[in-house]
């Protein structure tokens, strides 16, 4: 009887915790994807891979900053490991139901992903980011099973 009681109660259980184990594999897709296109977003000054925000509910619609200004690409490491930090802190505060976005605003970007404009990386790094979060969601598994 008891195992009846256990089930009974793992169906009824069974809708929050889809909500949240989809919940919690959106947040790992973006940032997966912030990640990597952080990583490959052609730098100077920084403030191209500084602009990929992750959001909850709207997407961003304000230019930064770089978040630590250089020239040269003298200041990428530091901004880049900011930029993926700050990502992570955000999607950290997502509650399940709540949309994720991620986003980057600054003008010349679809010059940056399309054209290839940057001689740091070639044009469709953008693409790349969006198919590494793809394919992270595609071999995930949710956890969700019976005990």
Known sequence: MA?????????NDLPDRIEQAASDLAVEVV???A???IQHTPVDVTTAASNWIASINAPNMFEMPAIHP????STA????AEAIAYVQRVVAMKDPGEPLW???IVPYMVFLTNHGTSQQEPAGFFERGVLVGISYAKSATLGIRPR
Request: aromatic share 4%.
């Open 3 to 11: 195992d009846l009681l256990a089930l009974e109660k793992w169906c």
């Open 31 to 33: 940032i997966r994807m």
């Open 35 to 37: 990640t990597n296109l």
């Open 70 to 73: 250089g020239t040269h690409g």
């Open 77 to 80: 490491g530091a901004s880049r």
């Open 102 to 104: 991620l986003s980057n």
